[in-house]
């Protein structure tokens, strides 16, 4: 066990993972090269721990250390206790949840690798705000989707805001890049899968008529907001759905209209 070590100067290099958390792009490029992310608050902590994930270090504020005694007793990683004004200095802003743990990055598996057992798939396309990315793999979790693939340029899954908007449920859903886009969509079709393009373009045909929880395999593609798929995806797609709507709404936000099919094509399929 690691005894927390107080600090007290901002630039201590002992806290460079946490440096500058606001800061987008400076993350995105440092936490993958580094192969780190920020795991926030205590629930998405002890969730990324249950996952496998190895701790790198700690940092709280001084309250939080006795409700996170248990984990600290078990881990040797650093335990790094601030006071509030300078987390907020090294962070960007205040960390209303007290602790942050930065957290060792595990190997992406390959796409096929999941695919090989997976038989309801979630697919992304160029999905690049991190609390869709959140709010979709949350649904993906509950709803019972076995896996999600994301195209080469999709948003960061262990991005900060993208792990708590999921509430850690990006650490129980396995998920993959595929290498090109959209070329690598052959092999998911390869490997028995029917791929459904969700769309509200109306020659496509309702989820509910589309019936994808009688399908043995099936992955459901999701187009980043606003833009929806790319002519590209839709083109590469065996069928189009959508979701019927009313009272004039043409679309739903990517995450809730991810939530609602991933129902429908969870709802009554065959026990594994």
């Known amino acids: 066990m690691a005894e927390p070590l107080t600090i007290d100067t901002p630039d201590d290099p002992r806290l460079g993972d946490y440096v500058g958390l606001t800061d ?3 993350r995105r490029r440092k936490e993958p090269a580094e192969g780190l992310f920020i795991a926030e608050g205590e629930k998405v ?3 990324a721990l249950e996952a496998g994930y190895e701790m790198r270090s700690m940092l709280l504020s001084a309250k939080w250390v006795d409700q996170m005694r248990d984990v600290i007793e078990e881990s040797t990683a650093p335990v790094y206790t601030v006071a509030p004004d300078l987390a907020e200095r090294v962070t960007g ?3 209303h949840r007290g602790a942050l743990a930065s957290m ?4 992406l598996p390959a796409a096929g690798d999941l695919l090989r057992t997976a038989r309801r798939v979630a697919v992304m396309e160029a999905v ?3 609390t869709n990315i959140g709010a979709i793999f949350r649904s993906a979790a509950a709803l019972g989707m076995d896996a999600v693939l994301l195209s080469p340029d999709c948003a960061d899954p262990l991005y900060r805001r993208s792990v708590k908007v999921s509430m850690g449920a990006v650490f129980s859903v396995p998920y993959a890049r595929l290498d090109t886009w959209p070329q ?3 092999a998911v079709r390869g490997a028995g ?7 509200p373009a109306e020659q496509a045909v309702s989820i509910e008529e589309a019936a994808p929880h009688r399908m043995d395999r099936v992955a459901l593609m999701l187009g980043a907001e606003g833009d929806g798929l790319s002519a590209r995806a839709l083109a590469a797609a065996d069928r189009w759905v959508r979701i019927p709507m009313a009272h004039g709404v043409d679309s739903l936000n990517v995450g809730a209209a991810a939530a609602v099919a991933f129902y429908a094509v969870a709802t009554g399929r065959p026990e594994s």
Not at 193 to 199: D, G, I, P, W
């Open 184 to 186: 690598g969509l052959e």
């Open 128 to 130: 690049n705000d991190h």
């Open 93 to 95: 802003y205040h960390v």
């Open 45 to 47: 902590i002890r969730r």
């Open 104 to 107: 060792r990055r595990k190997p």
């Open 24 to 26: 987008v792009e400076l």
């Open 193 to 199: 899968f029917t791929v459904l393009a969700l769309t």
